[in-house]
């Protein structure tokens, strides 16, 4: 960009915000804990697209920029596992951490294999809302029922063990030292399933929508 855009983006401070947890856990809390307990200076980011890589692409920085991706920058949801395994070969012997949501990562899951089957150092954070969340909000602001949007998923934690992988599981800020304990795991990929309160809708989600619906 240019030094004058630059600029903003080295000033940009996140908005204070009051956490709405609901039964689960407020996905910018959960995202904020993941900036705070991530090793600062060593960590590799994938995230995926939806409403849960708005809400990490704002939370959690990089050291550099040839240690983060985005796959949003595709177009669609589910494209980030793929492109974590292909961080994990890139980079050898580094630990890759991918921030998804239930939906995106479902989509492509059976890829999880692979990092079981190669030992892969992946840490996958699933931000489950049983739901395609972003379009669930949109549902909403369009006055429909939200229903079509939900989707009932497996536990995930469970999901991982099946695969030969380490899971855990996070249902309430009560429960972050799980994700510690997934942290500090030095071999192997593992699976953390982070249940979260989906009726949080960051503002630009909407935004996006409404000007996506404007090109249409």
Known sequence: PDAETAQK??????????????????PRRAANYLEAKLPKQNRILVFDGGHAAMVTSQALSSPNAGDWSLGLDFGAVGQGLSIALGACFARPGKRVTHVTADAAFMM??????TAVSHN????V???NDNAVGQERHDLIHKGLPPKYAEVVQPDFEKLAVGFGAKG???NRPDDFGEIDKAIAVEDGPVIVNVRINGDVELPVSWEIAQHLEMTG
């Open 125 to 127: 954070f699933v931000f």
């Open 168 to 170: 855990f599981r996070v």
């Open 120 to 123: 892969l150092p992946l840490t």
């Open 108 to 113: 492509n899951v059976a890829d999880f294999h």
């Open 9 to 26: 983006i080295k000033q940009w401070k996140p908005p204070a915000v009051s956490f709405d947890d609901g039964k689960s856990i407020d």
